[in-house]
């Protein structure tokens, strides 16, 4: 079964609204969680790395007011995208990982995020 | 940067064999991984390679590490429709725990 989950899987709203994505690991405390953008028919990109109880690190490139993380506790991560515009259109997926090195990550099944 | 590719297409027939290859350019390495991806689906972790191995195998798949060359294939043996799927290679830098992420290789399986 999934280890990690993601909700919601897919919203559409229209251009100015914030949108909070939800990334939980199910069945381990997760110190790492990573956020990942992809767009279509693309790779992924890492856009952040979100630690709990500390900020998160932004990829270049990647604005830190407009992609906000928080990793409050062992098991969960969001990602708002605040005032989004069509542009910031995308598959959004989350991963996460426990404290030991190296270990494979496991995903979220991704957020399709249609801004209007 | 480091960099991770692939070929961008395969097209096998049902019951061949599918190879599928990946190089990178990270020499520090450690592990590198192999992920599936259904349309609109999140990705699936098939298997993965620590970077002393050569080879590992796990049912239908079998993964071969060429460190040397720095080339990681996936090889699926008995191919099946469902095994249509765009298929990404990965890696995790040393120190660095995000992955690196090849283009991905759309798998097309022809019945």
């Known amino acids: 079964g999934a280890v990690v989950s993601q909700h919601p899987s897919w919203v559409i709203c229209k251009s100015g609204t914030s949108v909070k994505i939800e990334c939980r690991s199910l069945d381990f405390q997760a110190t790492t969680m990573f956020w990942y953008r992809q767009f279509p028919k693309q790779s992924l990109m890492l856009m952040a790395t979100?630690?709990?109880?500390?900020?998160?690190?932004?990829e270049q490139g990647v604005e830190k007011d407009k992609f906000l993380i928080n990793h409050a506790s062992l098991t969960l991560s969001t990602l708002t995208v605040t005032s989004a515009h069509p542009e910031d259109s995308s598959f959004y997926i989350c991963?996460?990982?426990?404290?030991?090195?190296?270990?494979?990550?496991?995903f979220g099944d991704g957020t399709r995020l249609s801004i209007l | 940067g480091e960099d991770v590719e692939q070929s961008l297409f395969l097209s096998v027939r049902e019951g061949d064999s599918s190879v599928i290859n990946c190089t990178y350019t990270?020499?520090?390495?450690?592990?590198l991984y192999w992920y599936k991806q259904e349309p609109g689906a999140g990705l699936q972790l098939l298997t993965y390679i620590f970077s002393n191995m050569d080879m590992k195998q796990d049912q239908r798949l079998t993964v071969l590490l060429n460190k040397k060359d720095k080339h990681l294939s996936l090889r699926i043996a008995d191919t099946q429709t469902g095994d249509s799927a765009i298929y990404f290679c990965a890696e995790n830098e040393e120190g660095r725990r995000a992955l690196t992420f090849g283009s991905g290789t759309r798998l097309q399986v022809q019945p």
């Open positions: 990270d020499s520090s390495s450690t592990y």
């Open positions: 991963s996460a990982l426990g404290g030991i090195s190296n270990q494979p990550q496991h």
């Open positions: 979100s630690n709990e109880g500390s900020k998160a690190t932004y």
